[in-house]
């Protein structure tokens, strides 16, 4: 699928997605029409989804995360779909996760302070469609996160 040719152009793009192709083909001894080429390609297979900002939510104000486990009730035929529409219509939830197993679903919720996620559960998140049972976690610390790849 990929050669050693375009790993070497995903490594150095992770390690800097701000680099212009000119800088990642000196990097790869490659010219840069054929690292253009490679990219394009790339990103028309779906390997390379795009570059994105990454926005520290924290330094906007938003100092809560919580993850909320869901277990839905699955008597209903279009349980899955109707929570996920109505989750994906809360602002301040940053991230919608499926699972098999006991929790169906994953919710993880910004918020400002505890007074604010305390209105958000209340007002937004237990009117979903379909709960079942809900668990909150509060969010401590992050010890890792990366979406670099080991390639």
Not at 30 to 49: D, F, N, V, W
Not at 82 to 87: S, V, Y
Not at 98 to 118: E, K, N, P
Request: with cysteine; aromatic share 6%.
């Amino acid at each position: 699928m990929l050669d050693d040719a375009d790993r070497r152009l995903l490594r150095y793009l992770q390690s800097d997605p701000t680099a212009p192709v000119s800088d990642l083909a000196e990097r790869c001894a490659m010219q840069p029409a054929t690292a253009a080429r490679r990219l394009e390609k790339l990103s028309a297979k779906g390997i390379l989804k795009g570059q994105h900002a990454v926005i520290d939510w924290t330094k906007l104000g938003f100092a809560v995360e919580v993850s909320l486990r869901f277990t839905l009730d699955k008597t209903a035929p279009r349980a899955f779909d109707e929570f996920q529409d109505a989750a994906r219509l809360i602002p301040e939830v940053i991230a919608i996760q499926t699972f098999l197993g006991r929790v169906d679903l994953r919710l993880s919720v910004i918020a400002r302070d505890m007074t604010h996620y305390q209105s958000l559960y209340r007002n937004q998140i237990l009117t979903l469609p379909h709960i079942a049972e809900v668990e909150a976690l509060m969010h401590v610390a992050t010890i890792k996160t990366t979406e670099t790849l080991p390639i």
